[in-house]
């Protein structure tokens, strides 16, 4: 089969991979369809995060089930289904709490598309997913597969930043540290959704910031102030001290800062003592995916959520090695969906 790689030079090349077969009766193989690149995405093609090559690349989609083992229970092929980016077993006692990210089957870091424990990548023919029923998030009817090719890590990554937080505030006020990455404007679209009184956005590029401005959200300084105001809730997704440090004195008392964003090298320059006097809580660390799906699926399936308005550029599927090379924005790649006859039909 064919699959997407990532070479050194930066340079992107369909590449002869072995064809993945089921390997139990747990097991699916999937065809994706519409894939996204995620924020991190960009950072490895720009060579701010250097990983070791060949690199299967890909790990949001939305993919349609052409097999299943006999023990799968939950989809049936021609399904669509969301692929979540971490591999999960849903048995193991950290799945059942929740955190699937650092399942105890697996093994850490077992993710698509990813430095680490790399499953293959979603831009591949096919792909297989070894924990079925545990893993795959089925698309409801009227939901196209590009408008929520990004549920495997993004939305569900923005959801973690607000969902919980509203739940116990309901209304709340949300502050949103941003860069150039779409999960701000995920989250800004969710906590409205959601029923946030506000969402502000500090920092940000023009492009983001137009983005966010268009979904809802009242933009503040381009640059991070020491302080943008007291928030029971914020987000820093800047990879940035400055954001970061912005963000965390924004927090009120007993408030929540949830930072999405990766520091590559050691930072100590955190207002520890602010934070200890007002008792914040700050949240660190990558987004467990399957959780965080079906409540951020909800919101499309019910219309208040349309995450194709993030989306900045679209490309087709023979194209995808020089627009992934070359993309500056959420990119989705899409191609046509196979009928039970074999034919084809738009995703």
Request: with cysteine; aromatic share 6%; glycine share 8%.
């Amino acid at each position: 089969m064919q699959q997407l790689t990532f070479l050194p030079e930066q340079r992107f090349e369909w590449r002869e991979a072995p064809t993945p077969v089921l390997g139990s009766d747990h097991e699916a193989i999937v065809r994706p369809v519409a894939v996204a690149t995620c924020d991190l995405d960009r950072l490895i093609v720009l060579g701010v995060m250097a990983v070791d090559r060949p690199l299967p690349f890909g790990h949001e989609c939305v993919a349609e089930v052409v097999d299943i083992g006999d023990a799968v229970t939950s989809v049936r092929p021609g399904d669509l289904v969301s692929v979540p980016f971490q591999v999960s077993c849903g048995q193991c006692g950290t799945c059942l709490r929740g955190h699937t990210g650092n399942c105890e089957t697996t093994g850490p870091m077992a993710m698509y598309g990813l430095p680490g424990n790399n499953q293959g990548g979603f831009l591949s023919d096919v792909v297989r997913v070894p924990f079925a029923d545990a893993m795959l998030v089925p698309i409801p009817a009227g939901i196209s597969a590009e408008s929520v090719a990004s549920l495997s890590d993004n939305i569900a990554d923005a959801w973690r930043t607000v969902g919980p937080a509203l739940a116990e505030q309901p209304g709340a006020p949300v502050l949103i540290a941003a860069s150039s990455a779409s999960i701000a404007l995920y989250a800004t679209a969710i906590a409205l959704a959601l029923g946030a009184e506000r969402v502000d956005i500090v920092g940000g590029n023009s492009f983001l910031r137009g983005k966010a401005e268009a979904l809802g959200a009242n933009l503040l300084d381009k640059q991070f102030p020491r302080k943008a105001g007291t928030y029971p809730i914020t987000v820093d997704a800047s990879s940035d001290v400055a954001g970061l440090q912005c963000a965390l004195r924004s927090t009120e008392a007993e408030g929540v800062c949830t930072s999405i964003g990766i520091y590559f090298t050691e930072t100590t320059s955190l207002p520890l003592l602010e934070m200890y006097m007002s008792g914040i809580r700050f949240h660190t660390g990558r987004a467990h995916a399957r959780t965080a799906m079906e409540p951020a699926l909800e919101l499309v399936r019910t219309g208040r959520l349309r995450p194709e308005l993030v989306t900045g550029e679209t490309a087709s599927w023979d194209d995808a090695a020089d627009a992934v090379a070359a993309h500056r924005s959420k990119l989705v790649i899409s191609r046509p969906t196979l009928t039970p006859s074999g034919s084809q039909v738009p995703a």
